[in-house]
């Protein structure tokens, strides 16, 4: 005898009701090579800018960018992370091209911290968080987590989170960038990166199921709209078995 597919299901460790499981939170950050490929590109030119110089620096650092696109091409990963983070290293290369100074390399990723640190106070002012508004426009939830006071505390919390640490790089960064502590702008770029986004990205994992938890206990408690046909029958019943009312 043949075993039921449920069986097979199981043995496989995929869920019954057919639904791909969740990707995790290091999956979600494109796994261990997605931290490996961020990192590469700047390590390779601070080593190649203090041995050879400023030019093969830069040169070394868009080479290792596009050989990590390639290579992504070719494993058939996702692209957008590599294409983001070939242009990144080529306008940080650029940069550094123009102002002539090693430090130059990292200037745009510190004032993109300080737009982002803007973006996340703003919308938490205007009360729309962007973490609320991404989450919930990504899963087709509409706006419903604005109007419930949890929800939106919650988002706020968490698009907070996310603003601190874009401040927190700003501040350390562009401290360490007037200082010309080019070496330690590296390690803190890298330190400052995947890491301190994973703390961020758990706080918004913390709003989510907060969010949903809430509205899903509200739905609930919340008796469903009838439907015309359904308030034309009750009011039929009603006038039905009132004294006096003739059928």
Do not use: C
């Amino acid at each position: 005898m043949t075993e039921p597919a449920g069986g097979e299901q199981k043995k496989t460790g995929e869920p019954d009701d057919g639904k791909k499981p969740q990707p995790t939170l290091l999956e979600q950050m494109g796994g261990l090579s997605g931290l490996f490929y961020s990192s590469l590109p700047v390590i390779v030119f601070v080593i190649a800018n203090a041995i050879f110089g400023l030019t093969v620096g830069i040169w070394a650092a868009v080479g290792s960018a596009v050989a990590i696109t390639v290579l992504r091409i070719v494993r058939k990963e996702p692209l957008q992370p590599a294409i983001s983070g070939f242009f990144g290293v080529a306008i940080a290369a650029f940069i550094a091209y123009r102002t002539g100074s090693a430090k130059g390399f990292f200037l745009f990723g510190i004032w993109t911290s300080l737009v982002y640190f803007g973006v996340f106070v703003l919308s938490i002012v205007v009360r729309w968080p962007l973490a609320g508004v991404v989450w919930n426009a990504l899963n087709g939830n509409g706006h419903a987590w604005r109007k419930d006071k949890k929800s939106l505390v919650s988002y706020s919390i968490a698009t907070g989170a996310m603003a601190l640490i874009f401040g927190a790089r700003f501040i350390v960064q562009r401290w360490l960038y007037d200082e010309d502590y080019t070496g330690w702008l590296a390690f803190a770029k890298i330190a400052m990166g995947y890491p301190l986004y994973a703390l961020g990205l758990l706080t918004v994992v913390w709003a989510v199921r907060r969010s949903e938890k809430h509205l899903k206990a509200l739905g609930e408690a919340t008796p469903p709209e009838e439907t015309d046909a359904e308030i034309e029958a009750r009011l039929r019943e009603k006038y039905a078995q009132a004294p006096g009312v003739e059928n």
